[in-house]
């Protein structure tokens, strides 16, 4: 009977041992895309659980983007745009201006612009289903760029799509 107690306190002690490291294995650029990507597909989703998927999405391109002095400003600007939207605060100017600095960074010195599908979709339904289908891609893309060792590519699309959501369909930026 003891040694049965005994089997099960170890089997658990093990099991809250390998807590810490399931956790930290969620937390890498794979796993928060793969949420992120999880909540943009989703047909029904709040606002907080965007909030929460752009924030993944942050968090992933900070994980992916080298340390170097050269990303060095493109990190201090995803930073700095991730502190309105921890807020709730989706549509803020200084995150815009934030995320299209850091684009502008990772792409060559090439200004984000609204995909030209989207604008031909329009505004209304048809414009929201296309967004998120551009989303989804840009996730998708992001991902295969990391797992190919391609950081500032992957980091590019995901602030390109923290950016698409960040702006108002209608706002012809």
Known sequence: MKQHLMIA?????LLLAAVPALRGEEAGPEALIARARAVV?????????????????LDASLLILPRTDRTKEC???????????????????????????AYKSVSGGTAWKIPEELTAA?????GIEQAT???????DSALAAH????????????????ILVVTPIDAGR
Not at 75 to 96: D, M, N, T
């Open 9 to 13: 306190l170890i089997g658990i002690a």
């Open 147 to 162: 797992k190919a060792g391609r950081s500032e590519e992957s980091v590019r699309d995901l602030l390109g799509m923290v």
């Open 41 to 57: 597909l989703s047909p029904h989703f709040s606002r907080e659980a965007i909030n929460g998927a752009l924030l993944d999405v």
């Open 133 to 139: 289908k551009i989303c989804a891609k840009l996730l």
């Open 122 to 126: 329009g505004a209304g339904s048809k």
């Open 75 to 101: 990190r201090s600007r995803i930073e700095e745009a991730k502190k309105p939207i921890v807020q709730g605060e989706l549509f803020s100017e200084k995150a815009y201006g934030d995320l299209g600095l």
